[in-house]
Each structure stands twice: as C-alpha cells, then as structure tokens.
C-alpha cells in the first residue's frame, strides 16, 4: 500500500470519528442557536409589522423554498427602500422558518454548499455594525427602520428592539464558530471523496504537476462531470490535494491533517453514588413542598377569623348574646366555642366542641412555622438538612400525618360558617375550599415522596443482602 493509500484509509476512519463527535455535540447547538436566532428576529419583524414599516403579504410574494438561500442583496434606490425592504424582510424569515423546520441539519447536508449558503442568512445583516453609515447595504437599510422605530418613543418597542439585537449579534458570532468547526470537516471530506472519486482513477505525474501545475488542475476538473458529477470543482482544495500527496513535504502535512481531526477522548472516571446523600436530598425536597402549605393556611386563617367577627358581630336574639356573654363571663377569657360536625375516612359523623379561639392561634402558630421552614437559612430548615434520613423520614411521616387532621377539622369549620349563618349572611362568609385542595395536594406530595423513598430503601436492602454493594 502506497502512502497515500494509507493516507486516505486513515483519513477516511478519521472523518467518520469526527462526524460521530460533529454529530453528537455541535449540530444540535446549532440547531438550537439557529432557532434562537429565529425566535429573536421574529420579535424585531413583529415590532415592524406592528408600527406598519412593512406590510405581511401587501405584494402576495408567495415564494416555493427548496433549499437555504439569502434573500438579494444587490443595492436599490432610496425611493424604493419600503418596497424592497417590505419583500426581503419577508424572504429572509421565510428562509429562516425553512431553515428551522425544513432543512435537515447534518454533517452530510452541511458539505460546504450548505455552509456557504447557510451563512448568507445568518450574515445576511451585520448585526455589530447597525448604523447608518454602514458600508453593507442591507445593515445600513435595517438601521434606518431601527431608528425610525427609536424614534417614535414606544419604550416596549424599543426594548424588543434592543434585546433581539442584542441577542442576534451574540448568535450571529456563536453560529459563525460552530460553523468554522464543520467547515474544516468539511474541507477535509470534500477533498477525501474527491481523491476517492477522481483523483485515484487518473494517472498524475509529480513532476508535471510541479512544472504545470495549471494543466493538471485542468485536467482533474475535466474529468469531473464523468467520474464525480454534480458536484463543484473547488480549484484551492484540488490544489490543496496535490500538495498533500505528491509535494515533498507531503507525509508531514498528512500527519499535521490526521492531527487536526484527532478526537480527544473524554476520560469519564465513575464516580461512586452515595446513595444516603441522594436520598436525603430527595427528603429535603419533600420539606421544600411541605413548607409550602403556609401560603394556603394563612388564607384560610384571614378568612375563619373574618367569619368568626361576621357572626359574632351579627347575633339577632337576646338569648344568643346572653349566651355568648354568659360564656366568656364564666371563663374570664374573650374565647370563642363552636360544636363541628366532624367525619371520619370511615365517613362517620360525630360532634365535636372547640375552643375556636386557642384554635385558630394554634394554625396561626403552625402555619408561622412552615412560613420560617421554607426560608433555607431558618433555623427550622437547618435542622431539618442537618437530620439523619430516619429523623427526616418520622418528621415528614409525623407533619403529614398532622396535616391531615387539620385539613379534616378545618373542613368541618368551612361547614360551620357556611351552613350556621343566616341567608343574608350567607354571602359575607367566604369558603375556603380550594385553599383546602391545596393543602390536600402538599399533603400527598409528601405521602407519595415517602412511600417512594421507602422503596429504595427496600431496593438498598436487598442488594445488600446479595451482597451487592448499592453504592457501586
């Protein structure tokens, strides 16, 4: 095998190592870049529209794309800006929609047709030089509709204006450096498959080549509509070839080609998992949600004091107040007692008196402290990330225990002031149902973490008595 030969056989594993690299980390960033770029282009246009510098479909310029291409860029007259600017605005987000959700992104559609044409829409306006004096056309055209927009003095419209300028000349630059890196694989393919297709079929002589160097290129780009067809003579990358395989530096620049599209392998070292961190962190979760469950108890504690004064404040008959009067006489407290309806998971019904007073500051006091346990610098939150997993579990298994006789009584008092007051009073008394659906919903947050966490501690244990080690 001949040194080229090999050459060609290395390169060739070498482009299909880096196309699996390209493949896998950079076209789906510029994927992601290119919509973007989409997404922010769309807000300027729309900023346009809406100020009736253009008008969507005024020319019915319906246009059939089938392949990337920039909008004309040739210069126009200043009496036919509005007309020119209003059809190439147009065709430029009609080729960035087909560039997004038609144009298949890959290193194979990416051959250096497809760059080229590419960055002619991504560098279609020179985003770092919007100004009126800008040497490229179409950015000087584009700034004179940026200003006329800054100076209608519409502060929404401006900032739209400003962030997705800001945000296309950051990608424009981002774009353009992923696109350098395909570009070299590019370059690389294209002369590979044209050593493979035309190059390897024809019988070159080195001396001709360095004495005619001009006729040999004739030559090979005579022979390519035969052996390579449709597909572009690119004379400095043929050139290029000739140089790499028959000048007599030919064997270092191989090495130096083979070096570049080297792929570095990314050494991951196996990180052991500490299975008891990861499950603590999953129960320090469940007490973010369980703290949550303060923002609907203070509504419903605003809403049972304000019910309590309503009938309070509303008491018809003289046996009633007397009664009340009579009551916090004899208990030399101003304390407030209701009888509830309560019902059991079994839906029995049983009565229950409460002293509503102590009550409702018992939940002010418990509805406080999941208020100060979901700040992560209170002492109630420290505590808790500083339990071991036993502690933490009988702390959640102990409050969603509670909660759920809470939710229960408060129900029976969301019963009491609806059904206990008077048809006119009726509409004074606010429930508290959704409030009620949200503290249920906290709870089975917590009831559905803690059944899940004790499956992995199963999980544990039986890989421990199979003497497997769960942290491996």
């Not at 920039?70 to 009609?94: C, G, H, K, V, W």
């Not at 402290?369 to 420290?382: A, C, E, R």
């Amino acid at each position: 095998m001949s040194q080229t030969d090999l050459f060609v056989a290395k390169l060739d594993e070498a482009l299909l190592a880096k196309a699996a690299v390209l493949t896998k980390e950079e076209i789906p960033k510029l994927k992601e870049q290119c919509r973007t770029f989409q997404a922010a282009f769309s807000g300027l246009y729309k900023v346009f529209l809406e100020k009736g510098l253009i008008q969507e479909d005024q020319y019915d310029y319906e246009q059939k794309v089938s392949d990337l291409k920039a909008p004309p860029s040739d210069p126009f007259s200043e009496s036919d800006l509005q007309n020119q600017m209003n059809i190439r605005l147009q065709t430029y987000t009609t080729q960035l929609d087909f560039m997004n959700n038609f144009f298949f992104m890959s290193v194979e559609s990416l051959n250096l047709k497809g760059i080229k044409n590419m960055l002619s829409i991504i560098d279609y306006f020179h985003w770092s030089e919007l100004s009126p004096n800008a040497a490229h056309m179409m950015t000087r055209s584009l700034t004179i509709y940026v200003e006329k927009i800054k100076q209608t003095g519409d502060g929404m419209a401006i900032n739209i204006l400003s962030n997705s300028i800001k945000v296309l000349k950051d990608l424009q630059k981002t774009i353009k450096v992923i696109l350098k890196k395909i570009t070299l694989f590019a370059r690389q393919n294209y002369k590979l498959q044209c050593r493979m297709n035309v190059i390897s079929q024809m019988t070159l002589d080195p001396n001709r080549i360095n004495n005619d160097l001009s006729g040999t290129l004739q030559a090979i780009k005579f022979e390519f509509p035969v052996k390579w067809e449709d597909n572009p003579f690119f004379r400095e990358l043929v050139e290029e070839i000739l140089n790499e395989d028959y000048s007599p530096q030919a064997e270092s620049i191989q090495e130096k080609i083979l070096t570049s599209l080297a792929v570095k392998e990314k050494i991951v070292q196996k990180k052991k998992i500490d299975k008891s961190a990861e499950l603590k962190k999953e129960l320090l979760v469940l007490v973010g949600e369980l703290a949550k469950i303060y923002i609907p108890m203070e509504t419903i504690i605003i809403r049972l004091d304000d019910n309590s004064h309503i009938l309070d404040d509303n008491m018809k008959t003289f046996a009633q107040k007397f009664s009340l009067w009579i009551n916090r006489v004899m208990r030399h407290k101003n304390e407030i007692f209701y009888e509830l309806e309560m019902s059991s998971s079994s839906n029995r019904k049983s009565r229950e008196k409460i002293n509503f007073t102590s009550y409702l500051n018992w939940i002010r006091m418990k509805a406080n402290f999941y208020k100060n346990l979901n700040n992560p610098q209170s002492t109630s939150y420290l505590r808790a990330a500083e339990s071991d997993l036993p502690q933490l579990e009988e702390f959640l298994e102990k409050n969603q225990l509670e909660l759920k006789k809470i939710i229960n009584r408060l129900a029976a008092l969301e019963r009491f002031f609806k059904d206990d007051a008077d048809p006119e009073l009726k509409n004074k008394v606010k429930g508290f149902k959704a409030e009620l659906q949200q503290m249920k919903m906290v709870v089975g947050k917590i009831v559905s973490g803690l059944k899940e966490y004790q499956v992995q501690l199963e999980e544990i244990e039986q890989l421990k008595a199979l003497g497997i080690d769960p942290e491996s």
